[in-house]
């Protein structure tokens, strides 16, 4: 299930962090990129120890904090700092599945990457090419957002980005470990969650409300790990 999350920065602060990328230290992609995925890889990333990329990264994960919508659907239980990447220039990345754990740079903390996050910072008419093409159970997906807002998906998908073929795109992506290992539990998850929200403004007040709300917990209960 893919999830979009409008808005996760606005548009003054999507062109402050754009000046600031646009003077940056790129370096190759490959010095992140999984054994498989290697040779499928074209693009820049920031170090991960960049001090632009740390900074940005905590602003992104300090504002998806306050989303309901990411809590909701990701149910976090730790998030890897994001990354940053630069695709042009006829980049892409081809198919491949992400690396199941990662360790924290410069910790001895690993995350489990259930959920796979990419912030777009570039808009769709700066570029042609560079689609996030997601292989979901309903299909193939293909995602391509305005700068600041977010698509969320499962770890386990097989995705690519098609080649960057005019201008440049910016992306910031994250993995999250979440309290709930398994993608279709945690959307069954999100559909009850969403519906519970939806009558508690449709039908303040019903003591049925009450009971679904404790059966999200109880079946949180029973599927979370941590
Ligand atoms: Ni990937």
């Not at 360790?103 to 700066?126: K, M, N, Q, Y």
């Amino acid at each position: 299930m893919l999830l979009e999350i409008p808005d996760v920065l606005t548009r003054d602060e999507v062109r402050a962090a754009r000046l600031q990328l646009e003077a940056a230290t790129w370096i190759d992609g490959r010095a992140t990129a999984g054994h498989l995925a290697i040779g499928a890889k074209r693009n820049l990333q920031l170090a991960t120890d960049d001090a632009l990329a740390v900074r940005l990264g905590d602003g992104i994960l300090e504002r998806l904090g306050k989303r309901a919508e990411f809590i909701a659907a990701a149910l976090p239980l730790k998030v890897l700092p994001p990354f940053f990447n630069r695709y042009e220039g006829g980049g892409e990345y081809g198919f491949h599945i992400d690396n199941a754990i990662r360790t924290i740079a410069g910790t001895p903390h690993r995350v489990r990457t259930d959920v796979s996050s990419t912030l777009f910072l570039s808009d769709p008419d700066e570029y042609d090419g560079g689609e996030l093409v997601i292989e979901d159970t309903y299909g193939t997906q293909r995602v391509k957002l305005r700068a600041g807002q977010l698509v969320l998906y499962p770890g386990t998908s097989l995705h690519k980005v098609t080649p960057v073929t005019r201008g440049t795109r910016y992306a910031a992506f994250f993995w999250t470990q979440s309290l709930v290992r398994d993608a279709t539990r945690r959307a069954l998850l999100l559909q009850l969650d969403t519906a519970i929200r939806e009558l508690t403004v449709a039908a303040a007040g019903e003591a049925a409300i009450d009971r679904l709300t404790g059966v999200y917990h109880n079946l949180l209960r029973q599927w979370s790990d941590t």
